[in-house]
C-alpha cells in the first residue's frame, strides 16, 4: 500500500503563512490527482484543494480561495500547499490524497495527517 507523508504543519498566528508538503513513499504510484482535505475538531473532513497532473487545473474550496495555493511535481508524486493570510478557522488536521491513474475520481491513498493550529 502507498503511503503519503505530509510535513510542514505547525503553530502560526493569524495572518501569518505555512507550507505543506506531501510525498507518496513509492513513486510507482501512478497519480492522476492529488489534493488536501481537513478535518476540524468535532466537524467532517472537507475539501481543500485539488490539482491534476494532466492538465495542471486546480480546484479550490471558497473558504481558501485566494489564500491557499496547490502546486506539485507530477514526476515525483510530490505536492504542496501554501497558506497565506491563515485565520482561526483554518485550525484542523490537513490530508494529503491521491487518485490513482487506475481509479481516476476515488481518492484512495492518504497521508495521516499534519496539525495547523491558528492562534488569534
Known amino acids: 500500500q502507498v503511503q503519503l507523508v505530509e510535513s510542514g504543519g505547525g503553530l502560526v498566528q493569524a495572518g501569518g503563512s505555512l507550507r505543506l508538503s506531501c510525498a507518496a513513499s513509492?513513486?510507482?504510484?501512478?497519480?492522476?490527482?492529488m489534493g488536501w482535505f481537513r478535518q476540524a475538531p468535532g466537524k467532517e473532513r472537507e475539501f481543500v484543494a485539488h490539482i491534476t497532473w494532466s492538465d495542471g487545473s486546480t480546484l479550490y474550496a471558497d473558504s481558501v480561495k485566494g489564500r491557499f495555493t496547490i502546486s506539485g511535481d507530477n514526476a515525483r508524486n510530490t505536492e504542496y500547499l501554501q497558506m497565506n493570510s491563515l485565520k482561526p478557522e483554518d485550525t484542523a488536521v490537513y490530508y494529503c490524497?491521491?487518485?490513482?491513474?487506475?481509479?481516476?475520481?476515488?481518492?484512495?491513498?492518504w497521508g495521516q495527517g499534519t496539525q495547523v493550529t491558528v492562534s488569534s
Open positions: 513509492e513513486r510507482t504510484l501512478s497519480t492522476y490527482r
Open positions: 490524497a491521491a487518485q490513482a491513474q487506475s481509479n481516476r475520481g476515488v481518492w484512495a491513498h
